[in-house]
């Protein structure tokens, strides 16, 4: 499906009706609707595939077990790079990535950090993709029957070397597409 936009007021209530924490936090869209893709690829900065370990046809990399948990998608990182880190917080020379997930601890959405330290970049199911400033703004429920993102329970890091080496530049690309989007709009 091609991107769809969609007003910036239109995006703003549905997307604040749907995540309350975003409202007064100052977030930003950052991409037309698009269903190429799901947070899960955004968080490894794949725009083109849908990432998921047990529903096929969706992408999963080679060799990584194909689990929907916790520690399915801590190993799957780590094959990209990824290391456990103690907090959210920016540091330079890494890029870091959250893990949501309920009260099961099944994962339930995941986040990348900005490059640049300004918040947190969330593609948010079929919607947009956004900048929120703090994790929490899209927490929610953690009960296993809600369409909440949960909290977080995982961030990891890696540093830029390694991002560079595994996509970090297809992020960047994502984002400058995106913006060419939003000018030509």
């Given at each position: 499906m091609p991107p769809v936009f969609r007003s910036d007021s239109a995006s703003r209530i549905d997307l604040e009706r749907r995540f309350p924490n975003l409202r007064y936090s100052g977030w930003?869209?950052?991409s037309p609707l698009n269903t190429d893709y799901n947070c899960f690829a955004w968080a490894a900065c794949d725009d083109?595939?849908?990432w998921a370990p047990l529903l096929p046809p969706y992408f999963w990399p080679s060799g990584a077990p194909r689990e929907l948990t916790l520690e399915c998608f801590v190993?799957?990182?780590?094959s990209m790079g990824y290391?456990?880190?103690?907090?959210?917080?920016?540091?330079?020379?890494f890029q870091k990535v959250a893990i949501y997930a309920d009260e099961e601890m099944t994962p339930t959405h995941m986040a990348r950090q900005h490059f640049?330290?300004?918040g947190w970049l969330s593609k948010l199911g079929n919607?947009?993709?956004i900048l929120h400033p703090e994790l929490r703004n899209v927490e929610g429920?953690?009960?296993a029957s809600s369409t909440d993102y949960g909290i977080v329970v995982r961030v990891l890091k890696r540093n830029w070397w390694a991002a560079a080496r595994c996509g970090l530049f297809r992020g960047w690309w994502a984002s400058f597409k995106f913006l060419l989007y939003r000018?030509?709009?």
């Open positions: 930003r869209r950052k083109q595939k849908l190993e799957t990182f780590r290391r456990s880190c103690d907090d959210s917080s920016f540091q330079f020379g640049f330290g300004r919607l947009e993709d429920d953690t009960a000018i030509a709009r």
